[in-house]
């Protein structure tokens, strides 16, 4: 009996519907008939609430050749994803401190691939990131939007210490003081985006990865 089949006979027996399941799992009713007519598989995390729900050792419902190929590729595949996030995430200490090298123009340095570069290692990141449940929390995002605001505020103000920007102002015409200021806003959003980065998507999360593998 395959996967499948091994779904549809436990909800029977425990007297489930598939919308019961649906709304215990957080699911639509569609996910849990793709799973019963083998059209997809349930994740992992998915299928040990499966088991609990249905009450059944979850080795039983494992023992599916082709169940075990498909979690075996799954596997690859998040650990794959994992590794690339680990990456992207140690990566984006080197430009958050790289956008300030800019920022500064420290040691004569000024360069659009810093920003360029730290922007798709962001977009990278992010696209990634395998936790984005913990964002189902209204509080984890609102946490997050107000890291980026302090980021993106203190990031402003230090224009006023910086003597290059200011000298901008009373030397260049406003026309190119509007594309500098431009520039520096996107520069100021990016290394701000860094920074909530760097604390709000940390791709450790060790409870989480154990699901993983």
């Not at 699911?27 to 040990?48: A, C, F, H, M, Q």
Request: charged share 15%; glycine share 4%.
């Amino acid at each position: 009996m395959n996967l499948a089949s091994k779904l549809k006979q436990c909800r029977t027996m425990q007297h489930l519907t598939q919308a019961d399941v649906a709304s215990i799992l957080h699911v639509s009713r569609k996910t849990i008939s793709g799973w019963e007519n083998n059209r997809s598989y349930p994740d992992l995390n998915s299928l040990v609430e499966l088991s609990n729900i249905y009450k059944v050792p979850i080795d039983d419902l494992l023992r599916d050749e082709r169940l075990l190929e498909h979690y075996g590729e799954q596997q690859k595949s998040n650990a794959r994803i994992l590794r690339i996030s680990k990456l992207c995430f140690v990566l984006n200490f080197l430009f958050f401190l790289l956008g300030y090298v800019e920022f500064f123009r420290l040691f004569g340095i000024h360069t659009l691939f810093i920003p360029i570069l730290s922007l798709i290692n962001v977009i990278i990141l992010f696209s990634h990131y395998p936790y984005w449940e913990k964002f189902t929390h209204r509080l984890h995002i609102l946490a997050a939007i107000l890291v980026f605001i302090i980021f993106f505020t203190i990031n402003t103000a230090l224009n006023i210490v910086d003597p290059y920007f200011s000298e901008y102002f009373s030397t260049l015409d406003p026309n190119t003081i509007a594309g500098l200021a431009i520039g520096r806003i996107i520069l100021i959003a990016i290394i701000s985006i860094n920074g909530t980065s760097i604390l709000f998507f940390k791709p450790f999360n060790h409870a989480s990865e154990s699901s993983l593998h």
